[in-house]
């Protein structure tokens, strides 16, 4: 079963801008932190933005300013709007869906990602 499945990625222009998507299951968008990720080449996996349940928002340093990330509940949808892109976010962005529940289990889902690629 595939929880998450992000569309929106692409090429653009510095200074452009793209919106990702992530389609939730319907069954842990309400109940899981949903998060936004990216891995350049040659280089670890870092998170982008979060949004737990209470849809308290946290941004990377290189995010804040120029990235969005938002829910919508009607479609259980995840948004990452960003704006001024720089050819640094060039990447493969994940979607993610995470929980650890009161047994100390932890749920840890990922989409299957999807190319950003800006060009200067």
């Known amino acids: 079963q595939e929880h998450l499945v992000e569309s929106g990625g692409g090429l653009v222009q510095s200074g452009g801008s793209l919106r990702l998507s992530c389609s939730v299951s319907?069954?842990?968008?309400?109940?899981?932190?949903l998060g936004w990720y990216r891995q350049a080449p040659g280089k670890q996996r870092e998170r982008v933005a979060t949004?737990?349940?209470?849809?308290?928002?946290d941004y990377a340093d290189s995010a804040k300013g120029r990235f969005i990330i938002s829910k919508d509940y009607a479609k259980n949808t995840l948004h990452l709007h960003m704006n001024n892109l720089k050819p640094e976010d060039t990447a493969v962005y994940y979607c993610?869906?995470?929980?650890?529940?009161?047994?100390?289990?932890?749920?840890?889902?990922w989409g299957q990602g999807t190319q950003v690629t800006v060009s200067s």
């Open positions: 993610n869906a995470w929980f650890a529940d009161r047994e100390g289990g932890e749920f840890d889902y």
């Open positions: 319907s069954s842990i968008f309400s109940e899981f932190v």
């Open positions: 949004i737990d349940i209470g849809d308290n928002i």
